[in-house]
């Protein structure tokens, strides 16, 4: 398991919201080379301003897709994560069909996820946003279950934008039914320290937050006390 001390190289430093500017996003990026998270998160119109922002750095490139309902037709998720790619993200969070999960069209949810897989191929590592705070405990289960027999790479708990965030019993509910054929990431509502360490120690593989400042804020408080 991660140390304390490695958990901001985990840390998807995620900036979403709709009233973001382009100054913003420079800062983000600013941050994200001088603490070294694993990447900068922003939606799609932003990756080429991200990609030229770090480039010559190891912090990665993320975007979004079918962001932040999953309602979009699959053609349009697979489409907004090829133009992210091509524009220089690494990495695609997309956010389940919800609707057709909780239509049970299984299916349906299949092949939504295998088409963006298809658009990321080899070129970016998927991750899939269950949303697990609109799902059952037998819809997470089944839903993390479509999630590796498509091809993802990790599968995520939330969008931070629904009615509930990441909690540890979900983190914990995924991390038992993927194993080790997919990574878990606990997103929505980690604002602290100890709130990172808790999903880390639950399981999760990668932590999606607004609040890496405040993280890495308390992680040099700890190192100079």
């Known amino acids: 398991m991660i140390q304390e001390s490695q958990l901001l190289s985990i840390i998807d430093h995620t900036l979403l919201k709709a009233e973001a500017s382009r100054e913003d996003i420079i800062r983000l990026c600013q941050e994200a080379i001088h603490y070294g998270p694993a990447t900068v998160f922003t939606h799609g119109y932003y990756t080429p301003l991200v990609a030229e922002q770090l480039a010559g750095s190891r912090v990665r490139v993320g975007a979004t897709a079918g962001f932040p309902y999953g309602a979009q037709p699959p053609a349009v998720k697979a489409f907004e994560a090829r133009t992210s790619i091509a524009d220089g993200a690494q990495e695609i969070d997309i956010v389940l069909n919800i609707g057709a999960m909780k239509s049970g069209e299984f299916d349906v949810v299949y092949r939504d996820v295998c088409g963006v897989r298809e658009a990321c191929a080899d070129r970016a590592i998927l991750k899939v946003i ?40 979900d983190v914990r509910l995924m ?6 054929r997919a990574k878990v990431k606990a997103a929505g509502g980690i604002r602290t320290l100890a709130q990172a360490m808790a999903m880390v120690e639950a399981g999760a593989d990668r932590i999606g937050t607004s609040s890496m400042l405040t993280i890495a804020q308390e992680l040099e408080a700890k190192a100079h006390a």
């Open 130 to 169: 269950l949303e697990t705070c609109l799902l059952t405990r037998e819809e997470k289960i089944r839903a993390c279950e479509i999630c590796v027999k498509a091809g993802a790479d990790f599968v995520k708990t939330s969008t931070g934008l629904s009615y509930g965030g990441a909690t540890l019993e």
């Open 175 to 180: 991390r038992e039914v993927v194993g080790d």
